[in-house]
């Protein structure tokens, strides 16, 4: 029931202010991000510990090189030199810095300090041919950087077959000249070279480097990080290490029962979160005392019937307004599934939060309430419960349990049942949801009638004999869960945890996070390492596709990261692009869709500003068959192909490549107007 966000007690009626919500840019703070400016800016307190004062004092006698290797076998290589009184400008001091982080990432502390200076001041910032020369040279070529250091620099060994240098005991290190390359954009006159298989697709190669979110400078602009020696060592450890994602699967999961996540939704006041509410309470997730403070607290305030929704309303502005605004989760059990409830809000300035929702749900229950008239403003009449149906089909939700709810203000009556089962399976069909894929379920939420056993109510026995909700539930399939596929991880919160790091929570839409993996936070492209995984708020060492987890991250700033951004696999990256081609189904615009059009793009929890840049097709709605080539606007209902621009690169798949990632919806003045599906993306 964790709820994270700090999104709730918005309004989200017409325009908002997204920065605000879905993250924020630090430029408008700054012009570096935190991370950046650690790793950037020279710090002069880094280097107080100058070598040169210790060597200007008569009392350290000299070493031989055979003492150092004989009698010194744990010493400590990192040796720092005053970059101070190298009387370097600020812009060589920082190159000079970030060398040798680059360097040290490398070599850690088997060379010292001053040596790596000297190779870099020798080269002219270069750090690549400062690597080549430290690793291909004898030391004896490798000048200190100051004439009285000289003496203290241990020999340098060279293993000319492997390319291996061996000082003293250090570590093994290979030579990234063993490993193919390709050239990425120059920065500053230097070549930057990245592993192969560390694939730089077209699209991201412009931002590699980027580090803050809201960063459009290009890549050439700004220095590459230590990337590559990430990925380099993940590809190793995968190489040397990793059980294949199936064999992990069932090792973990073999016995568990299936973990199926289940949007609710429906028009507001629909019962909603009094329906999952009672039958939680049935279940006996909810305690008696709690349900009693419940009861008692509601009476105070006048909203008594409100009592159940109160176990997933948990705020006291929803308690007090009697609605709900932000995602409820809950979870309960099943004869052969663990379920988990995300209660999304009815209210129409709440729907990017049920699309949030939606977007982690592998079914959805739709609730629609059977009062007479009530259901009809639900659906008839601009509601919500059309929009909620369309909405989580669009984001690729096939089976839907209708609950027939508040059956009591109706005397259980099988015609009202039958009507409104009627009208909707005619909709539902259109909004390309199945007819065996849709089970509809007379009930009561406040009575509890038909919830986790079969009905008492006579007057309901009389003409329902079919399963309770419950049941219907337990039936539903569980997806299949694409663990071998690279990892994608959309993130729809970020929130600070306690102690080090931060977390990020959504959901695993491919792949597996190990704890101690290195993923990427994408579109920025900056490594992260996972320091813990939670799922339903318990402690794991590993997610898998289609958990829903919150993932601690470390080694990347908070500000970099924001709702909608994906964690990929740092090898297997997500496409990013700004540009990208979309089949969609219009659904309902007041005026016809033109050649740029602007709308808002949802993309799982992402809101972005685009424009609709092409109209490429008309297309016929059933046969999908071509009517029209670059036609030249589309109305209501109509299906075409167009192209579309959105303000800044985002991270997006191919439908076919990986469903929940390949899907968009269009909304204008706060109503979907279209929903659509990536077909083709564009780098440019
Ligand atoms: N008679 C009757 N009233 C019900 C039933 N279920 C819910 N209600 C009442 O309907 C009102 C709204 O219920 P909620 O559960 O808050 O509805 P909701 O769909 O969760 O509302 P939002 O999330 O804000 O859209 C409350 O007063 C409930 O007591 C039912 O089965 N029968």
Redesign the pocket.
Known sequence: MARHRNIRNRSYSDDYDYDDVYGHSVEEDSCLSPSDASQWLYDRSKNQQAISQFLESDDIQEETEEEVVNTRPGLERRESIDIRSLNLNEENEAKLMSCLDELRNILGDTIPENNLVQAILNHNFDYNKALDEILNNNSKDVKPAQENSKNTKPKLVIDQVSAIPLVDKAPIITTRSNIPKVIAPKFEGSDVEIIKGFKLNQASAGNSCSSTPRDQSPATERPFKSDCNIIEDKINKIKENKLDPESQYSNERGSEKEHLYIVVV??????????M?HLLCKLGEVSQRTLHKYEQESKKIG?Q??M??WVL?ETGEERVR???MDVGRAQFETKTKKVIIL?????ADFIPNMITGAGQADVALL?V?A?RGEFESGFDFGGQTREHALLVRSLGVSQLAVAI?????TNWSEERFNEISKKLKIFLKQAGYKDSDVTFVP?????GENLIKAPEEPKLLQWYNGPCLLDVIDKFNVPQRPVSKPLRMSINDVFKATGSGFCVAGRIENGVINKGDKVMVCPTKEIAEVRSIAINDLSNNIAFAGDQVAVTLSGVDIQNVAIGYILSDPVQQIPISSRFEARLVVFNVKVPITKGFPVLLHHQSLVESAHIIKLKALLNKSTGELIKKNPRCLGNNSVAVVNIEVSRPICIERYKDVKELGRVMLRVSGVTIAAGLITDIYYT
């Open positions: 429906g028009h507001v006041d629909a019962g909603k979160s009094t329906l509410g909203k019937s409100f159940y929704a309303d009697g609605i709900t209660d999304a809000p009815g209210h609730v309430d009062t709810n508040k059956l009591d203000t009930c009561s939420g406040l009575t």
